[in-house]
Nanobody
Framework: VQLQASGGGLVQAGDSLTLVCTAS????????MTWFRQAPGKEREFVAA????????KHLDSVKGRFFVSRDNAKKMATLQMNNLQPEDSGVYYC?????????????WGQGTQVTVSS
């Protein structure tokens, strides 16, 4: 199983980025896909999740209305659309896959992609 996160970069406040997590080696539609982020010196935090069939989504309160998680099961891809980015959104963003919904126990992790937002 492999999860590959991509799409990070250096942007200015107010800009947008789209992160993509591509999966291989698993029955993708059975897995909840979750995005996390970790800023330097801080703990990893939940950002957004989408259930295997896409019917359930959840976003961190501070990103609601700015970030949108989606998935394409045919392409085995999960996307995190990030709009109006702010410096506090900076960090390494990771995708993770698990069979449950918001269980806190994740089966697979991607390698992370860096997002840096300048003010």
């Amino acid at each position: 199983v492999q999860l590959q996160a991509s799409g990070g970069g250096l942007v200015q406040a107010g800009d947008s980025l789209t992160l993509v997590c591509t999966a291989s080696g698993l029955t993708y539609s059975r897995y909840t896909m979750t995005w996390f982020r970790q800023a330097p010196g801080k703990e990893r935090e939940f950002v957004a999740a989408i259930s295997g069939n896409g019917n359930n989504v959840k976003h961190l309160d501070s990103v609601k209305g700015r970030f949108f998680v989606s998935r394409d099961n045919a392409k085995k891809m999960a996307t995190l659309q990030m709009n109006n980015l702010q410096p506090e959104d900076s960090g390494v963003y990771y995708c993770a896959a698990n069979r449950g919904w918001l269980t806190g126990d994740y089966d697979y992790w991607g390698q992370g992609t860096q997002v840096t937002v300048s003010s």
